[in-house]
């Protein structure tokens, strides 16, 4: 899997002070449809790949891990998520529906703001056995949100 690169992230001057307690960033739309996977991810280091050490000095503010389903085996359409379902349905929810998952960001966003304007974060995708680099990020997007 190819590393996601963000477009840059504008920290305000907000982001200094203790106007908030906690910002996280979250990914929407976590695929888990197929193997398991981590997403590793770096603030200001858009050359780390999965080489790259997972330390404070490279940026790296921490992992999500995504234990995957393994893909599909059962009959034709026993996979596919409903797009939508009945109003009175109340059977759990699909099993693959994409998932939300978040790192708690907080004391690397108030340094970062510290000492400059905005970021770039780094997502590197990491699966067990060989790298794939021709496959995607699993995810639909990133967001850093912060709670006040």
């Keep these: 899997m190819r590393p996601y690169l963000s477009r840059p992230i504008g920290l305000t001057p907000v ?13 929407d739309g976590v695929d888990h449809s197929g193997s398991s996977f981590a997403l590793r991810v770096f603030f200001d280091n ?4 999965h080489d790259t050490e997972a330390s404070a ?8 891990y995504v234990f995957g389903h393994g ?7 026993h996979c596919d998520v409903p797009v939508r379902r009945r109003a009175f349905d109340d059977r759990p929810p699909h ?3 994409p998932a939300k998952m978040w790192i708690e960001v907080t004391d ?6 510290q000492r400059q304007d905005q970021l770039v974060i780094t997502v590197v995708p990491i699966m067990p056995g060989e790298v794939a680099e021709d496959s995607q990020v ?3 997007k990133v967001s850093l949100v912060t709670y006040a």
Excluded: K, M
């Excluded at 858009?46 to 790949?49: C, G, K, L, V, Y």
């Excluded at 000095?57 to 999500?64: F, H, I, K, T």
């Design 138 to 140: 699993s995810f639909q």
């Design 46 to 49: 858009p050359d780390a790949t």
């Design 15 to 27: 982001d200094i002070g203790a106007s908030y307690y906690r910002a996280d960033l979250v990914f």
């Design 57 to 64: 000095e490279n940026g790296y503010v921490g992992s999500v």
């Design 71 to 77: 893909g599909c085996f059962g009959d034709e359409g």
């Design 108 to 113: 690397a966003i108030r340094q970062l703001a």
């Design 95 to 97: 099993q693959l529906i």
